[in-house]
């Protein structure tokens, strides 16, 4: 079966977000269990006109389906939707931010017991940042302690979401029978051994009040997004459409999150929820996306989902699989057909399209071609996550070219040799995937050194490395990205000359070093009547960049420096480019001394989220720290707290924080910048690399 | 200019002189005025005159994001370091945050015991020791004479001074014969100095209202300039 890129407007690309126990593995099982279902009875009933059956073991073996793959493909009512999973843990890598950026909306699943809690405060504010429209899934209205209510307050002032029933339940706990649909008025119970058939009749009379009094709420809120649905309230004869239609444009503006109910587990409300998910969540032409253009100054582009735009796709995950790489892409312009030549604008090469496929949740299905708004995946392509293939001819980035240098490094050593060799593959693999990781071979200690983000960034990857490449390592004490800089202006003169026999070496150069406030490192060349030949101007340049790469403080690199030249002289014989890179090291290296130089340290951003209770616990922690708090945000009983701190003062924070907020507080943090280390600490860190050094030589 | 030389010539000199040497721990001063004549600015220029003293600050807000008051704070700084020319200005600015700290209570309604509590544990548990609090967006016409005395009482307790910002609404006229806001007259107690700030003419003037337990002077020789939204001498 070849489908050729469905319409546009049907399809959806949802992810489903979750605090860990609200259900979200066993809600995605059931949604992909119904819409197995509905396609596989329509296609059934279309061969041979009888309704679709299933035996038991058929039904185990959907039954345990988890999803495992980046986006699978399922139907529901004609309507394409992939399910992309969002990883919700870490919230401070470019993974994250790429399977969020891939979405065009989500379902937004809590626990009617426990109602709001962190993770979930977490997990919304990825999907607010990313600006993703959502539908909230009130979930386990069987349990006992049910309170839909409840949440929906906790909705509206934990989250600050314009949350509005959509439904309300029949029965709670126990007696939890199935819900009211405020919209169509009527009740819907779910029959049958799997809960597939969906059974619509007349609100029980007892309900009847409760119901009228929701709808009325409903309606106030929703008719702020419409303006016929206001006037066909105040005539008293709103049609559904109308009102479908107010609820979606205040979806879509993300101004209001409609929410919905039930219990998975129980097979109640997923039905529903699936077509909520079609009636509200935009499809991808709803969604504005945007290129940058390399070839026209960066010039940031809006991509077109209709029409006959070239071809802008983005490759957003990779998963090694037992046939080679797979890359899943989104297209977010034009379509793509196999045998298609395709540019990876990052690589600079333009690559085949072999096998084009889409992942179904139990196999996967060779395509012909996949158009604007798909999610497909490629096999056997050369690429990093986060790589744009576009149409030759095109030359557009999706993702920013900023990628902020690692602040913090690990020294990891396998502890066996088959386990260096799932290491080596593991740090391969993770360097594609991830720009902000790094890894490389120190020459000095011939140690491997991994380099990140943050600590919780390079813990993960170690525990990647042991889970899904089974390499055991050891690793090191976590070392932060130094700088050093200096903090006055320094004339220099340097004569560089050796005359030993053969051709002897000369060169000398004048000139000063000042800091920087902006850039690393600038250079600059006043050299005027030839004083130092043009052609050894270069070599200048790269001598006074050899010298900063090591810092003569703690051997960490130099930056925030301008070097200017503006004398010098040379010997018709003896000057070299040689001569010159030596005499321009060795001038800054005699400079740099009396330049009053200074260590910086990396500064991170860090936001803490907590319960208000703790607010004071969390203040007293960035203090010890050395931090600086810059903001405290207090919003109902939560507050969020931005500081500066910094780096080397955040290892064991995670633990630090859990430990004084009852494991309810949690934070994230970003580098900002580097900036200067106070006295004391710079005196114990010069002593220590002195103390290196002196074992290195003995 | 040097930051010594800058205080020392700073514009609010004069305030502290009209109001015997400054508003004074645990005192409460008001700046009020209609919407949009510049009371933030006016009080993040008090602020950062403290910060420049090195004098740790808490702006307290109920309605701005932090990003908005941290711009306004940025934009003040700007204009005092380039009126007077300010040298080394990027570490001035590297010190002076330091010793601020915007707090924001964004729930409608914060109570008044939360809002102290939370205050406290920031200048307790926080290790911050505030001299100055700065409230912005404080809505006099909800509260109540009570609360103040509340937030007076802490004033007194953490030996800091605190400046509210009092937005004037409604009908003219909104001040009474000895031009102090209706709104205000019931907290005349709780506040040791009021100043309103008033269009006159081409510029935005200073008026001292209530000046402690002394005679106010009416209008000070201080004026707003709307270019820079600095408080100036006239």
């Known amino acids: 079966m070849i489908e050729i890129n469905s319409d546009i407007e049907k399809m959806r690309n949802i992810g489903i977000s979750a605090h860990i126990d609200s259900g979200k593995t066993t809600l995605t099982e059931r949604i992909l269990f119904y819409c197995k279902k509905i396609h596989k009875t329509h296609e059934v009933r279309g061969k041979d006109g009888i309704g679709a059956t299933m035996d038991s073991m058929q039904l185990e073996k959907e039954r345990g389906i988890t999803i495992t793959s980046a986006a699978t493909h399922v139907k529901w009512k004609d309507h394409p939707i992939n399910i992309i999973d969002t990883p919700g843990h870490v919230d401070f890598t470019i993974e994250v931010e790429r399977s969020l950026r891939v979405l065009d909306g989500a379902i937004l699943v809590l626990c009617s017991v426990g109602g709001v809690q962190s993770q979930s405060i977490t997990v919304d504010r990825q999907l607010k940042r990313y600006h993703v429209p959502r539908i909230a899934f009130i979930n386990k209205c069987d349990r006992v302690g049910a309170d839909p209510y409840k949440v929906i307050e906790h909705l509206k002032s934990k989250l600050g979401h314009n949350a509005v029933l959509m439904q309300v339940p029949i029965g709670l706990e126990d007696g939890h029978k199935g819900i009211i649909d405020l919209v169509r008025m009527k009740a819907i119970y779910f029959d049958g051994a799997d809960g597939e058939v969906v059974r619509t009749e007349d609100i029980p009379p007892e309900l009847r009040s409760e119901a009228e009094e929701k709808r009325e709420e409903m309606l106030d809120a929703v008719t702020m997004f419409s303006d016929e649905l206001m006037e066909a309230v105040l005539e008293e004869c709103p049609t559904e459409e109308q009102i479908f239609q107010a609820v979606r444009n205040g979806t879509i503006s993300q101004e209001m999150t409609p929410v919905f109910m039930g219990s998975a587990y129980r097979n109640k409300g997923v039905q529903p929820l699936l077509d909520a998910v079609v009636r509200y969540l935009p499809n991808p032409s709803d969604v504005e996306n945007y290129a940058v253009d390399l070839a026209d100054e960066k010039k940031k582009i809006k991509l077109l989902s209709d029409g006959e735009a070239g071809s802008v796709a983005l490759a957003y995950k990779l998963e090694d699989g037992p046939y080679g790489q797979l890359t899943y892409i989104r297209i977010y312009q034009g379509s793509i057909k196999k045998g298609d030549e395709l540019f990876n604008t990052r690589l600079r090469k333009t690559f085949r399209v072999g096998r084009l496929i889409r992942m179904h949740a139990e196999r996967t299905e060779d395509i012909d071609s996949a158009g604007s708004g798909e999610i497909v995946a490629l096999f056997g392509i050369e690429c990093a996550s986060g790589d744009t293939f576009t149409e030759p001819g095109l030359d557009y980035t999706m993702t920013s070219i900023f990628v902020p240098e690692p602040v913090i490094s690990l020294a990891v050593k396998p502890v066996d040799n088959n386990a260096s060799d799932n290491m080596k593959k593991a740090l391969n693999r993770f360097t594609k995937e991830d720009p902000t990781f790094r890894s490389y071979v120190d020459s000095e200690s011939n140690q491997t050194i991994i380099q990140g983000m943050g600590e919780l960034h390079l813990d993960v990857y170690v525990e990647r490395m042991k889970r899904e490449y089974r390499a055991e390592v050891e690793t090191g004490k976590p070392q932060v990205a130094y700088r050093e800089t200096i903090t006055q202006q320094v004339e220099f003169d340097y004569i560089h000359k050796k005359q030993t026999g053969g051709s002897g070496q000369f060169a000398r150069v004048k000139g000063s070093i000042e800091p920087l406030n902006k850039g690393k490192y600038e250079f600059v060349n006043k050299i005027k009547g030839g004083r130092i030949p043009t052609e050894f101007i270069p070599s200048c340049n790269k001598g006074f960049q050899a010298a900063l790469k090591k810092g003569q403080i703690i051997g960490f690199p130099v930056e925030g420096i301008r070097v200017t030249l503006n004398d010098g002289q040379s010997h018709a014989v003896d000057s070299s480019d040689l001569a010159f890179q030596t005499a321009a090291r060795e001038a800054f290296k005699q400079a740099y001394r009396k330049a009053k130089p200074r260590i910086l340290e990396p500064i991170m951003k860090v936001s803490v989220e907590s319960p208000s209770e703790f607010a004071g616990s969390v203040f007293a922690s960035i203090n010890q720290r050395r931090g600086i708090i810059v903001s405290s945000v207090e919003d109902g009983n939560f507050s969020r707290i931005d500081a500066k701190v910094p780096l080397i003062e955040m290892f064991g924070y995670a633990t630090n924080l859990r430990s004084l907020s009852q494991g309810k507080a949690e934070f994230t943090m970003e580098f900002k910048k580097h900036a200067r280390v106070p006295e004391n600490i710079a005196e114990d860190l010069i002593a220590e690399y002195k103390e290196k050094q002196r074992l290195q030589t003995s | ?234």
């Open chain 2, 1 to 234: 200019m040097v930051k010594k030389e800058l205080i020392k010539r700073s514009p609010l000199r004069i305030l502290e002189k009209s109001i015997q040497g400054g508003l004074g721990k645990g005192n409460i001063g008001v700046l009020a005025s209609r919407k949009g004549v510049g009371k933030t600015a006016s009080l993040v220029h008090i602020a950062t005159d403290k910060l420049f003293q090195k004098k740790p600050v808490i702006h307290v807000s109920y309605a701005s994001r932090v990003d908005y008051i941290i711009n306004w704070y940025e934009d003040i700084f700007k204009e005092i370091s380039k009126k007077r020319k300010l040298e080394s200005a990027i570490e001035v600015h590297d010190e002076i945050i330091k010793n601020r700290i915007i707090m924001n209570f964004s729930q409608e309604g914060a109570r008044t015991e939360q809002v102290l509590k939370s205050l406290e544990v920031m200048i307790t548990q926080g290790k911050f020791a505030a001299e100055a609090v700065i409230v912005d967006g404080y809505d006099f016409a909800k509260a109540s004479v009570d609360d103040l005395r509340k937030f007076r009482e802490f004033a007194e307790k953490m030996g800091i001074e605190v400046w509210f910002s009092a937005s004037l609404r409604g009908n003219e006229p909104i001040f009474d014969k000895d031009g102090i806001p209706k709104v205000l007259i019931n907290y005349l107690d709780e506040i040791a100095v009021l100043l309103t700030l008033s269009f006159k003419g081409e510029y935005i003037g200073l008026n001292l209202v209530k000046n402690h337990n002394f005679p106010p002077q009416g209008e000070l020789p201080l004026k707003l300039d709307p270019a820079t939204m600095l408080i100036a001498e006239e």
